[in-house]
């Protein structure tokens, strides 16, 4: 079963750093567009990071020169450290991938969809990993 699965949240003081991992088992990243998101209680769903599979990068503006997102390919790992952390950065952080495009912001665990084949994947969401940040 294609799973992916986040690693390296934890509690953390404000103004450290954390670095979330994103791995998966039957799926090579090569070809998708990655996205980093979070949820925090009571809000929405947010991208906070993407890199398309040309590289392309995208950060939310709350985070722009604190998280850099980036990508192993021989490791098949996607990174996103993040540094100077907020209080505001506490959230429940999401691994998605997505062959097409990047995935919709939904910070829905497990979340599987694939194309008609069965090959690829629409969305594929991580079950999610907690970063919590005290003043």
């Known amino acids: 079963e294609v799973q992916l699965v986040e690693s390296g949240g934890g509690s953390v003081q404000a103004g450290g750093s954390v670095r979330l991992s994103c791995s998966a088992s039957?799926?090579?990243?090569?070809?998708?567009?990655m996205g980093w998101y979070r949820q925090a209680p009571g809000n929405e769903c947010e991208l906070v990071s993407s890199m398309k599979s040309d590289g392309t990068t995208y950060y939310e503006d709350s985070v722009k020169g604190r998280f850099t997102m980036s990508q192993d390919n021989a490791k098949n790992t996607v990174y996103l450290k993040m540094n100077s952390l907020k209080p505001e950065d506490t959230a429940v952080y999401y691994c998605?991938?997505?062959?097409?495009?990047?995935?919709?912001?939904?910070?829905?665990?497990?979340?599987?969809?694939?194309?008609?084949?069965?090959?690829?994947?629409?969305?594929?969401w991580g079950q999610g990993t907690q970063v919590t940040v005290s003043s």
């Open positions: 039957q799926l090579t990243f090569d070809g998708y567009h």
């Open positions: 998605a991938a997505g062959f097409f495009r990047i995935p919709r912001a939904l910070c829905s665990g497990g979340y599987q969809k694939s194309d008609p084949t069965g090959y690829r994947y629409l969305d594929l």
